[in-house]
């Protein structure tokens, strides 16, 4: 069964840190792109960037450019989003997805998802 | 960057109803567009990908249309659990329609 299993609930105050996970399992983890999207409380679906794990190239929003960094460590099948600093208004829902393969029309879509990390950050 | 403009933003209809979604892109995507689902608390889920193609496993009342500007998602006959809401999500630039949520009345 092909699965993205993120990591837990995050609770952080203003000014921290945060590293999250994307574990990617049943495929190869190396030939899809991983994606990360945010979804504020009550709002729609943010596009924030993406990654190819075969050589960690990432692009991303211009929202999100500078904001965030997107990396991947193919030796464990795991994408990762984080900041160095946080703020009140980065408190989300944040998936990862996969983009499917380029070899298909499923390219054109994100067809699997994660369950999504909570991040709550308090000022 | 592609602006997705999808409308109506909230959709009242009753089981039964043919149900129709509009997505226009600021630009010609050609056919890179998806559509997904999300329920309350879930991940979205994939319905159409490259515009047209139904996702296997997604019932056939779902269909998708349209390619350069303009693409629709239709529900053909309504059922209680099409509830939730809707994005289109193009893959030129990568952006999302701000969203439909569908209420069955």
């Known amino acids: 069964e092909v699965r993205l299993v993120q990591s837990g609930a995050e609770v952080k105050e203003a000014g921290e840190s945060l590293k999250i996970s994307c574990k990617g399992s049943?495929?190869?983890?190396?030939?899809?792109?991983i994606g990360w999207v945010r979804q504020m409380p009550g709002k729609g679906l943010e596009w924030m960037g993406i990654?190819?794990?075969?050589?960690?190239?990432?692009k991303y929003s211009p929202s999100f450019q500078g904001q965030v960094t997107i990396s991947a460590d193919k030796s464990i099948n795991t994408a990762y989003l984080q900041w160095s600093s946080l703020k009140a208004s980065d408190s989300a829902i944040y998936y990862c997805?996969?983009?499917?393969?380029?070899?298909?029309?499923?390219?054109?879509?994100?067809?699997?998802w994660g369950p999504g990390t909570t991040v709550t950050v308090s000022s | 960057d592609i602006q997705m403009t999808q409308s109506p933003s909230t959709l009242s209809a009753s089981v039964g109803d043919r149900v129709t979604i509009t997505c226009r892109a600021s630009?010609?995507?050609?056919?890179?567009l998806a559509w997904y689902q999300q329920k309350p608390g879930k991940a979205p889920k994939l319905l159409i990908y490259?515009?047209?193609s139904l996702e296997s496993g997604v019932p056939s009342r779902f269909s998708g249309s349209g390619s350069g500007t303009e693409f629709t998602l239709t529900i053909s006959s309504l059922q209680p659990d099409d509830f939730g809401t809707y994005y289109c999500?193009?893959?030129?630039?990568?952006?999302f329609g701000q969203g439909t949520k569908l209420e069955i009345k």
């Open positions: 490259q515009a047209s």
């Open positions: 630009q010609s995507i050609s056919s890179w």
């Open positions: 997805a996969r983009r499917g393969s380029s070899a298909s029309a499923y390219f054109y879509a994100m067809d699997v």
């Open positions: 990654i190819y794990p075969a050589d960690s190239d990432a």
């Open positions: 049943g495929y190869i983890f190396t030939s899809h792109w």
């Open positions: 999500h193009q893959f030129s630039s990568y952006s």
